[in-house]
C-alpha cells in the first residue's frame, strides 16, 4: 500500500498563475481533505471532499476549488495566485465512517509563489 | 471562537527526562481529538484518537490523556528519536478540523 500520494512534490509559479495539485489517497479510504500550512504553524483546514462532492469548507476565499474524482483522488485548484500562497499543501485520506480527525497524510506539495 | 492552544511552544529534554505537552481548546460541538506528529519536510503521522473526557491511549512512550476542556501528551523515558513537532487537531460535529500550532519537541541524547 502506498498510502497517500501528492504530485508534485515542489512547485514554483508566478503570482497571478493557476495552480492544481494532485492526491491520490490511500487504498480503501473514500474521504479527502486538504490543508494548507505554513512554515512554524499548523495545518489549516482548506476543504474535504466525500462522494465527490464538498462536504465542508474552511476559511479560504473561492480562488481555492478542489475535485474529486469517482476513483476517489482529487485535486486542489488555486487560481490568481498571491505571494501569500506560498505554503506546503498537504492532502488527508481517511474513512468517513471513523471522522476525518483519524487521518493519512500525504508528504504535502511545497508551493512557491513569486 | 474556536481555538485549540498548544503549550509550551518548543521544549528540550534530555534522553529519559519525561514531560507533558498541553493542548487546551474552546470549540463547540466537539466530536474527537487527535495527536499527530510531524517530522521536518514531512506530513503528518496519526498517533491517538481521543473521543471522551477520562479516556487515555497508550503507545510506547507516548500516553495521550483527555479532559473536558485540554488534553496532555505525555513522554516517558524520551529518546533522541522522539525529536518531532507533536499537534493537536480537534474534529468538530460540522467535520470541520482545527489544528493547533504544535509543539516542537528536542530530545538531547
Known amino acids: 500500500d502506498a498510502g497517500v500520494t501528492q504530485s508534485p512534490t515542489h512547485l514554483i509559479k508566478t503570482r497571478g498563475q493557476q495552480v492544481t495539485l494532485r492526491c491520490s489517497p490511500k487504498s480503501g479510504h473514500d474521504t479527502v481533505s486538504w490543508y494548507q500550512q505554513a512554515l512554524g504553524q499548523g495545518p489549516q483546514f482548506i476543504f474535504q471532499y466525500y462522494e465527490e462532492e464538498e462536504r465542508q469548507r474552511g476559511n479560504f476565499p473561492d480562488r481555492f476549488s478542489g475535485h474529486q474524482f469517482p476513483n476517489y483522488s482529487s485535486e486542489l485548484n488555486v487560481n490568481a495566485l498571491l505571494l501569500g500562497d506560498s505554503a506546503l499543501y498537504l492532502c488527508a485520506s481517511s474513512l468517513a465512517l471513523r471522522g476525518a480527525g483519524e487521518a493519512f497524510f500525504g508528504q504535502g506539495t511545497r508551493l512557491t509563489v513569486v | ?109
Open chain 2, 1 to 109: 471562537e474556536d481555538q485549540v492552544t498548544q503549550s509550551p511552544e518548543a521544549l528540550r529534554l534530555q534522553e529519559g527526562e519525561s514531560s507533558s505537552l498541553n493542548c487546551s481548546y474552546t470549540v463547540s460541538g466537539l466530536r474527537g481529538l487527535f495527536w499527530y506528529r510531524q517530522d521536518p519536510g514531512k506530513g503528518p503521522e496519526f498517533l491517538f484518537t481521543l473521543y471522551s473526557a477520562g479516556e487515555e491511549k497508550e503507545k510506547e512512550r507516548l500516553k495521550a490523556t483527555l479532559t473536558k476542556k485540554e488534553s496532555f501528551l505525555h513522554i516517558t523515558a524520551p529518546k533522541p528519536e522522539d525529536s518531532a513537532t507533536y499537534l493537536c487537531a480537534l474534529e468538530k460535529r460540522d467535520d470541520k478540523i482545527i489544528f493547533g500550532k504544535g509543539t516542537r519537541l528536542h530530545i538531547l541524547p
